[in-house]
C-alpha cells in the first residue's frame, strides 16, 4: 500500500538560531533559509536545482505575497516546473506537503519534487514580542482577552487543566516526556538544546500560565528543512538508503463548535488512515516522531492513535521507556520542544527526523534496527485549541523501498 512509486532520497535540515539585539547568534532571511535547506538537501545526491522538476512549499507565518511560492522558485532558480503547490496547514504542514509530492510523483505528474520549509519567527529587532500574528477575526479581541486568555500558552493551560480534571494526568507523568526529549536533543548537533535536564528542573521551569511551564513550551527558532521526492528508481540511483511512504492520513476541520471536545486534537482518524494504509498496528512503529508544541498534546496523541487507553494515561506514562532502546523511542532528535520549533514549518522536524532514523543516520541517538515510524503533524492552535485543533496528518514510513 502507500504509495509504490514514490520514495523520499535526501532531507536537509540547517542550524537553529534564535537572534536578537543582546546576542551574536546569525540572522537569516526567510529566503535565505530555503535556499540553504535546498542546499543541504541536494547536496548529497549530485543534482542540481536544475534537476528539479517540482517544487513543494510550506507557507511561513510572516507575511508573504499572494504568489509567494513562485517567488520563491525564480529566487531559487528553478525553471521550466511541471509541478508546484504550497501547503497552509499551519505547524502541521510537512506532512501533508511530503504526501501531495508522493501523489504527484506516484502519478507521474513530476519525477523530483523538492519540498521545503522554513521560517523566521525569531527577528533581532522584535525583542520577545509576538511569534505569530493575532487572529484577525474578533474571536480573539471579543471572547477571549477579557477573559484572560491571550495566546495558546494561556489556551493550552484550559486542555492540560481539563485533562488532568477527567483523567488525573499530573505535571510529574508529563514531565518525563521533556525529560526523555531533552536528553535526545542533547544528542543531536542540530538541536537548539544540547544539555539534558531532569525531573526536577522540568518541575521548577518558571510558570507560564498555570499549570503550563516554561519547559511545556516550544522554544522558537529560525530554521529550514528540506526533503526530495523522486521515483524509486530514481531514489536508488541517489542513495543507498531511500524511505518509502507507506501510509497516509488526514483529518481537517474534525469538529463543529456544538461537537467540541477540549482534550482532543482530532488526530486519531488522520492516524487510524495511515496505518490502515500501511498495514500497521499502532504499537507497531519503531519509533514515534509526533507533533510537539506541549506535551500534554503528545499525551492526547497517544491516546488517540492507540498506544493506551484516555484513562490510562498517566500510568502509561508512568511506565514506559520513551528513549532510544525503550518501548516507545519517542521524537529521537529532541522533538521541538527541545530541538526548536521553527515556526509553522516546525513540524518538518518529525519528518526529516524520521527519514533519518531510517536511513540509519541517527547517530547516538539511533533506534536499533529501525525499519518502519509513525510521523504526525498537528496544526491550527490558535483557532482551535479551545476545541480540537484543525489540521491533522500522519505518515507512515518504511526503510525498504522497491524499484
Known sequence: MGFDNAAIAAIGETEKSRPSETNDQPFHDLEEYLWMAAQETLGGTGLS?????GLGLARPSIETQYRFPLMIADTLGLSDLKWITATDHCGGQAVPLLAQAAMAVDAGV???????????????DRGEGEVFPRD???LQRNYKDPFGVQGTNAEIAHVQNRHAERYGTTPEQLGRLYVTQRRHAAANPLAYFDEPVDLEGYLE?????DPIR??????PVNAGFGALVTTPERAQELTDTPVSVAGVGHNHNPAVPEDRRLTATGMGPAADRALDQADLDPTAADFYQLYDDYPIVLAIEMEEIGLCEPDEVGRFLEETDFGIE????????GGQLCAGQAGVAGGFLQV????RQLRGEGGDRQVPDAGCGLVTGVGGVSANYDGVLS??????LRAEVSA
Open 136 to 138: 484577525p477575526r474578533g
Open 205 to 209: 521551569s518558571a510558570p507560564i500560565a
Open 214 to 219: 516554561l519547559f511545556d513550551c516550544v522554544i
Open 326 to 333: 525503550g518501548d516507545v523511542p519517542l521524537n529521537t532528535g
Open 391 to 396: 489540521a491533522n496528518s500522519a505518515m507512515v
Open 110 to 124: 513530476a519525477e523530483t519534487v523538492l519540498c521545503l520549509g522554513a521560517d523566521t519567527p525569531k527577528v533581532p
Open 49 to 53: 536545482i536544475a534537476d528539479v522538476d
Open 352 to 355: 526529516v527526523e524520521g527519514v
